[in-house]
T-cell receptor, first 114, second 108 residues
């Protein structure tokens, strides 16, 4: 089994619908991240969390919300999906500490909003 | 200005060639630097960390220039299997920020 698991792997949803993307990890890492990837724009940070009580906005948090239900689980919600949220979404985890360490990614969720 | 910027390429090189590209970062207080490899929109995977003194891993060499705020990646003796998108990543203020990626295609 993958250390970082994202569900669903693919999803097509309609404009205005609420959708939740889930991420779970077995690495025991404190830090978890949500990114979206669009062609030519690379990975852009949506939200990140250092522990269950610590949630931080990234560079493109508008239209998204997150929940850190446990150390191992970090969910991303689109409250009212719109077509420009069509993208590839990645969850990532990393150890804590003052200096960054290797981030481990889930396999991604390909989301299409029609 | 974006936190991390990369030359998008694409770099199209023959097998055996050397290819190098850079990544610039805007925050001089950035603490850690990495190169990730991404294949065909799959998940990124760590290629190597970048240390102040520069470091080498087989055919790959990474350099950090703090004065000019850039990191570089050099690939020697390119293989077909090196074809991928290379993402630089910079860690600061507890965030891990990525560049848009540099696409490398190695041709036979």
């Amino acid at each position: 089994d993958a250390d970082v698991t994202q569900t669903p792997r693919n999803r097509i949803t309609k404009t205005g619908k609420r959708i939740m993307l889930e991420c779970s990890q077995t690495k025991g890492h404190d830090r978890m991240y949500w990114y979206r990837q669009d062609p030519g724009l690379g990975l852009r940070l949506i939200y990140y969390s250092f522990d269950v009580k610590d949630i931080n906005k990234g560079e493109i948090s508008d239209g998204y919300s997150v929940s850190r239900q446990a150390q191992a689980k970090f969910s991303l919600s689109l409250e009212s999906a719109i077509p420009n949220q069509t993208a590839l979404y990645f969850c990532a985890t990393a150890e804590g500490g003052n200096y960054g360490t290797e981030a481990f990614f889930g396999q991604g969720t390909r989301l299409t909003v029609v | 200005r974006k936190e991390v910027e990369q030359d998008p390429g694409p770099f199209n090189v023959p097998e055996g060639a050397t290819v190098a590209f850079n990544c610039t970062y805007s925050n001089s207080a950035s603490q850690s630097f990495f190169w990730y490899r991404q294949d065909c929109r799959k998940e990124p995977k760590l290629l190597m960390s970048v240390y102040s003194s520069g470091n080498e891993d087989g055919r790959f060499t990474a350099q950090l220039n703090r004065a000019s705020q850039y990191i570089s990646l050099l690939i020697r003796d390119s293989k077909l299997s090196d074809s991928a998108t290379y993402l630089c990543a910079v860690y600061n203020d507890y965030k891990l920020s990525f560049g848009a990626g540099t696409t490398v295609t190695v041709r036979a």
